[in-house]
């Protein structure tokens, strides 16, 4: 019974938070119509300005451009301070607003309130695939205030979701021509990398990547199909954790050391209170990265994996992959495994060059870092 | 007269035969499972190779054929045998002081507790002696021997009686599930997922240091033990007719609390929640043997280790390469197992 008293005393708060934003949305003529990456046909506002965010927040300010942080009212700032803490430093200090900016909650944490996000009186909701599926029926009360959702994915790692998502940010943010740009060049360049590998020829190596975060004394997780997984097909690797774990999980070690990858990737991140961890990032000296790599080739017979004895162990950024400039990753990965073909490349260059051209900060730090140096 | 004693001795002495030959084929079985453990695995070597690297570790020319039998097998499949003893002694040794059939170190909180330690160790970062790598089992420890004080210090209000102490473990199992659940609610997706990951029971972490551990342990725990098997034999009895038999049965269940404490609390820190093994073993080797401690105590120990070790290698099959958490499989693999049992024995488990 008090079940019900709570849910119809929601119900009542939602409704009458509905009705303080209804206002807005018949002022906020005039309207367009547009598909999102789940075929969704949603309607929004020609020129949205009040925006809650729930994950790439990069790639919406690459999009967006100069100010386009000023039209977010409301962000899952868990999923960004959090997740992405050196990052979420780095923009600070450039957009000193950001800390300004409320938080919604994060999905994956339960947080995430639909009643903060009505009192912020946004005209746009956009979230990632994931916080949508998340969200579940929460998602039919943001529209049934009369706030538009629009789903973005660059988690799937497909160039289709990745231009999809950048032109349709392009589009909400009436930079169209920029998002154009952008994803042209992301198109671009993914498939200058499979032309490369399937020019190069020969037989796929095979690849082993692992989740940093715990350190070398345990086993992390690996990438199955997604993430850097799929990253390493695009790159013409052979993903020994193909097949092996769907999505994500952590591979026998007695597996790796049979399937003897070529080149090993650890992905680190700047995780705190984590003293073994693979430290990665913004601001970030290589050196200490190196020092935490080392460790990995201290475990049970990982002197004799080919990658080793061959000096190929790189450790690359992980807030890298599912973003709009992940192709300079997928560049990194593929000259590892095929140094000829990209001799003229510079992955990490590449990854500068988007930073200056597009976003307010500069890629400082420890991105994409071979142990055995370059 | 002489005659019905000496057939009563005679029947004694068949029925120890037959306890005896129980036990001799449980060995046996762990041998074949222990074996098989370390034969099989996502690099399918081949049998001789194997073999070559088990008997000769020094002398082997394949570098990487012995790495991987005495650094990833060897360990994972020893530590299979080491935790399913420990967490099967320490269920039978449960059901017994506290007279109770459901009661084992899951069911009683105190994986609970030591997952709640473990969660706690991950979500913070923090280190033991200043080795990180030491915290997460530290932790688990604390929290598996917190878990027990508490259910003892709840008993010791009420003179130790078992229904008191049984009470007290459920209420423990779910306060620290709740505790766990809050550290989960707190942890960052990341982190979250190897919380997850520990809770599944995995014998991932194994190493050398873990066998080494639980084993000694569990040797030093088993003579403890072992000195009492009469006593614990009589508790079965009933708690009456073991005082009127002079046992003192609260110091008697104290002594074995603890012992059973350092056990769980050893077995769990490493390889995280399996919480089948504590729970069924006691109750198949009760099946099979009866109560007499003196056979239930190393039959409970046998079955335990194969199951765990019959896990490890279901898990290897199930999917190569990955790592399917043993906690899951004991519990799938292991439960139509049991019913059978059950059903076959028509219910010989108390």
Redesign the interface.
Same mark, same amino acid.
């Given at each position: 019974m008090s079940y019900h008293h709570v849910l119809s005393r929601r119900r009542f708060t939602i409704a009458a938070l509905a009705s303080i934003a209804a206002p807005a949305v018949v002022r906020a003529a005039p309207r367009v119509a547009v598909t999102d990456v789940l075929d969704r046909r949603v309607t929004v506002s020609r020129d949205v300005a009040r925006i809650v965010l729930g994950f790439y927040f990069e790639d919406y300010l690459a999009v967006g451009g100069p100010g386009a942080h000023e039209r977010l009212v409301g962000i899952s700032r868990?999923a960004w301070e @959090?997740?992405r803490n050196s990052q979420w430093k780095a923009y600070l200090s450039a957009l000193p607003g950001l800390s300004d900016i409320a938080d919604v909650g994060e999905v994956?944490?339960?947080t995430f309130s639909v009643e903060k996000v009505l009192s912020l009186d946004p005209d746009l909701v956009i979230l990632a695939e994931w916080q949508y599926r998340g969200l579940g029926s929460a998602v039919a009360q943001l529209e049934a205030a009369g706030v538009p959702v629009v789903v973005l994915d660059y988690n799937t790692q497909s160039v289709e979701r990745h231009v999809i998502s950048t032109r349709l940010l392009g589009e909400l943010l009436g930079r169209p021509e920029r998002a154009a740009r952008l994803a042209d060049t992301y198109a671009t360049a993914v498939e200058e990398v499979v032309r490369r590998v399937a020019a190069a020829g020969g037989e796929r190596p095979a690849v082993y990547v692992e989740?940093g975060?715990? @350190?070398a004394?345990?086993?992390g997780?690996s990438y199955g199909d997604v993430m850097w997984g799929r990253l390493i097909e695009l790159a013409g690797g052979a993903n020994?954790?193909r097949g092996?774990?769907s999505r994500w999980?952590?591979?026998?070690?007695?597996?790796v050391?049979?399937?003897d990858p070529e080149a090993v990737f650890i992905a680190g991140s700047y995780?705190?209170?984590?003293?073994?961890a693979v430290l990665m990032g913004f601001g970030v000296d290589p050196e200490i990265t190196r020092r935490r790599l080392a460790p990995y080739l201290e475990r049970? @017979?990982w002197q004799?994996l080919q990658a080793v004895r061959e000096r190929r162990i790189h450790a690359l950024y992980h807030g890298g992959a599912r973003t709009l400039h992940d192709y300079a990753y997928l560049q990194y990965i593929a000259k590892v495994l095929y140094p000829e073909a990209f001799r003229d490349e510079d992955p990490l260059r590449t990854l500068q060059a988007h930073y200056e051209n597009y976003l307010p900060i500069r890629a400082e730090g420890a991105f994409m870092v071979s142990y055995f140096g370059a | 007269m002489a005659s019905t004693v000496s057939s009563a001795r005679q029947r004694e002495r068949t029925r120890a035969r037959r306890r005896a030959f129980t036990l001799v084929t449980a060995f046996v079985l762990l041998s074949i499972t222990l074996l098989f453990d370390i034969l099989t695995?996502?690099?399918?070597?081949p049998l001789g190779e194997v073999s070559m690297a088990l008997l000769s570790p020094t002398t082997t020319p394949q570098?990487?054929v012995s790495?991987?039998v005495w650094?990833?097998?060897l360990p994972m499949a020893l530590t299979a045998v080491v935790v399913g003893a420990s967490l099967a002694i320490a269920g039978t040794e449960m059901q017994t002081i506290l007279d109770n059939p459901l009661a084992s170190p899951y069911t009683l909180g105190l994986s609970a507790a030591a997952g709640f330690g473990a969660a706690v160790a991950i979500l913070? @970062?923090a280190?033991l002696f200043g080795r990180?790598?030491w915290a997460v089992p530290g932790f688990a420890f604390l929290g598996a021997i917190t878990g027990c004080a508490a259910i003892y210090a709840v008993g010791r209000l009420r003179g130790l009686s078992s229904g008191i102490m049984v009470l007290a473990g459920i209420a423990i199992l779910f306060l620290f599930q709740s505790l766990l659940s809050l550290v989960q609610?707190l942890a960052?997706?990341?982190t979250?997922?190897?919380i997850v990951?520990w809770l599944f029971g995995s014998l991932?972490?194994a190493s050398w240091q873990t066998v080494a551990v639980t084993a000694v342990v569990l040797f030093a725990v088993l003579p403890l033990l072992a000195r009492d098997v009469w006593r614990l034999t009589a508790l079965r009895l009933g708690e009456e007719r073991a005082r009127s038999l002079g046992i003192d049965v609260e110091r008697l269940r104290l002594r074995v609390f603890l012992a059973v404490s350092l056990l769980t609390a050893a077995a769990v820190s490493f390889v995280g929640t399996i919480g089948f093994v504590g729970l069924v073993a006691p109750h198949v080797a009760r099946m099979l043997v009866g109560e007499d401690q003196r056979f239930l105590l190393p039959l409970a120990a046998l079955c335990g280790a194969v199951m765990l070790s019959a896990a490890s290698i279901l898990s290897?099959l199930i999917?190569?390469?990955?790592?399917v958490p043993i906690g899951i499989v004991t519990a799938v693999a292991g439960l139509p197992f049991f019913f059978v049992l059950i059903l076959r024995r028509g219910g010989g488990a108390r």
């Open positions: 868990g @959090g997740w994956d944490a339960g989740l975060n715990k @350190g004394g345990e086993v997780n020994i954790a092996r774990v999980g952590p591979l026998n070690p007695e597996y050391l049979a399937a995780w705190t209170n984590r003293d073994r049970p @017979g004799r | 695995g996502p690099a399918m070597l570098g990487m790495t991987i650094e990833i097998r913070s @970062g280190a990180t790598e609610y960052s997706p990341e979250l997922q190897e990951f991932l972490k290897k999917s190569p390469g990955a790592v």
